[in-house]
């Protein structure tokens, strides 16, 4: 810093005005009140250097950032990502093509600037990405249920991802195992309303008996 300098910060395509820093009076300014309040007890500048210091930052925080002084002009362009989940493997029962393939779906929600992949070890099978927008995203797979290969589907951004692996006996059981379930169900009901018929029937054998007997002895 220049003992003659005035420093400015400014953010966003309507540069606005978030840090100043006036050498010659020694005072420093944050206006962290500006812009929804986004920056609020985030900024800081450095006394020595007149660097612009962002804590705690948010996708919100991404943009065109630009310094001012008497004699230098820069910008910076600073993109924030967000944390990224975890990618959920389900058994997708209603897209089953055949009955010796097991249909699966990879899913994720209220991602931007992502790719979502299934792969087969090392090898990519497929991929989907999103837009600037938060969205969900879902990309299937079918595998054969005896197919002893490795797949995992891997969420990525630009600076990080994360892997879900899939685990092909577990999930590939799912729908057989409800339909095997509701079958039982079904069964155990069927059982149960014809033992209560049963109840009835007997019921009504023994009060016609009675009637019976009752109409002899008259």
């Not at 220049?2 to 005005?17: K, P, Q, V």
């Not at 006036?22 to 206006?31: D, H, W, Y």
């Not at 986004?38 to 500048?45: G, I, Q, Y």
Request: charge should be negative.
């Amino acid at each position: 810093m220049m003992d003659d300098d005035m420093i400015l910060w400014r953010f966003g395509a309507e540069n606005t005005l978030i840090a100043k820093i006036n050498v010659m009076a020694g005072s420093m300014t944050v206006f962290d009140d500006v812009l929804d309040e986004r920056f609020r007890d985030r900024l800081k500048l450095d006394d020595q250097t007149g660097s612009l210091i962002i804590t705690n930052t948010r996708t919100e925080h991404t943009g065109l950032y630009q310094l001012q002084t008497n004699s230098v002009s820069k910008s910076f362009s600073l993109t924030v990502y967000a944390r990224l989940p975890v990618p959920v493997i389900s058994r997708d029962c209603s897209s089953s093509s055949s009955s010796s393939y097991c249909s699966l779906l990879c899913s994720v929600v209220n991602v931007s600037h992502v790719t979502l992949s299934w792969y087969k070890g090392h090898s990519l099978l497929s991929s989907i990405s999103a837009s600037d927008l938060s969205i969900s995203l879902s990309l299937p797979l079918e595998v054969e249920y005896q197919d002893n290969n490795t797949y995992s589907c891997v969420l990525n951004s630009p600076i990080s991802n994360q892997t879900r692996h899939l685990d092909i006996s577990q999930l590939c059981h799912t729908c057989s195992e409800v339909h095997m379930h509701g079958c039982d169900s079904a069964e155990a009901v069927i059982r149960l309303v014809v033992t209560a018929l049963m109840g009835v029937a007997s019921a009504a054998a023994a009060v016609l008996l009675v009637n019976d007997v009752r109409s002899t002895r008259a």
